[in-house]
């Protein structure tokens, strides 16, 4: 299946207007931390929050509302937030963690969870994994690089960032730019390459802008946690939702580019077999 397992898949935003304010899309990550955090469902989350450098992420352990509201928008680059789950139930003592995660991530704990070698006091904690989607990602360098040089702005003018319409995006207080994506290539990590998964399949729940309009988020609910958690949410008034059916440009979309990236990165793996060189699947 082109978009792994799920329950259900709907369009959705978050109701808050703070949150909205923030948010990359439809603030389902930010929206959904922040009322499993309230009704106790997670006592603290792994979040990308900022670091000194503009728009590089440092994972963070977000114990309130205002933290996670602190590290809504993407960051174009990696926040190695899997190395922070171990630090969050050993220094910070939570016993119910939530984390976001992109697609790589995902599986790495997943896999830690499955294979708990050193972090059995860890695997049961995780009680909601929010996965968002993932096309490729850009070293910090990179990122920096492409858009200082080819957009021509300081990372520190840029106010957000955003790919979508085949182009990558730059929000400053004054203007927004853009530059075709296929000017970014070969900037991206080289990793991404070789990735078979873009709608972060082993989430509880995945999330991310294709398919619905701008401001909205796509969510698909894929294991019992997270179709509950995520229902008792919009019951509660925490996010309106659409019938996907009747949004634009919908699921075909999503499956277009999904189907894309897994055709596309499983020829660079059946080339690389043929050459001998390591794959890991
Ligand atoms: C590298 C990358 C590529 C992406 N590519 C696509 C794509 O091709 N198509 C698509 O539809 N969506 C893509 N997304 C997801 C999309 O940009 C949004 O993150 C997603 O829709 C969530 O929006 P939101 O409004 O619910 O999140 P918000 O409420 O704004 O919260 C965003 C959350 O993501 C976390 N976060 C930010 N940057 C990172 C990071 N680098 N690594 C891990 N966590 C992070 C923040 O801590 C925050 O909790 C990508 C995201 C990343 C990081
Ligand atoms: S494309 Fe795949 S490997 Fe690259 S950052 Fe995204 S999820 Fe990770």
Known sequence: ????????????????????????????????????????????????????????????????????????????????????????????????????AIPCQTMGIRKMQSYPFGVRFLADKIKLLIGIY??????????????????GVSMEMVEKMDIGKGKFWVHTQDEVLSIPLKETHGYEQSGCNICLD???????????????????????????????????????????TKDIANVKPGLDLLQKLSAQKKEKNQKTIDKRKEMGLPVPF
């Not at 509302?65 to 139930?89: C, H, Q, R, W």
């Not at 909205?216 to 958690?229: A, E, K």
């Open 1 to 100: 299946m082109v978009l792994g397992t799920y329950k259900e898949i709907v369009s959705a935003r978050a109701t808050d207007k703070q949150i909205q304010k923030v948010a990359q899309d439809g603030g389902i990550v930010t929206g959904l931390l922040a009322f499993a955090l309230e009704e106790k469902i997670i006592e603290g989350a792994v979040v990308a929050g900022p670091s000194e450098k503009f728009w590089k992420p440092e994972p963070m352990v977000a114990m309130s509302a205002d933290e996670i509201i602190a590290a809504a928008g993407t960051k174009y680059t990696f926040s190695p937030n899997v190395m922070m789950l171990k630090k969050a139930v050993r220094q910070y003592g939570i016993e119910k963690l939530g984390t976001v």
């Open 134 to 151: 993932c096309m490729e990602n850009f070293p910090y360098a990179s990122l920096e690089t492409f858009i200082s040089e080819k957009m």
């Open 198 to 240: 873009y709608v972060a399949e082993l989430g509880d729940l995945s999330t991310g802008s294709v398919g619905s309009p701008d401001g909205w988020s796509t969510v698909i609910t894929r294991t019992d946690g997270g179709d509950s958690i995520f229902k008792q949410a919009v019951e509660a008034g925490a996010f309106e």
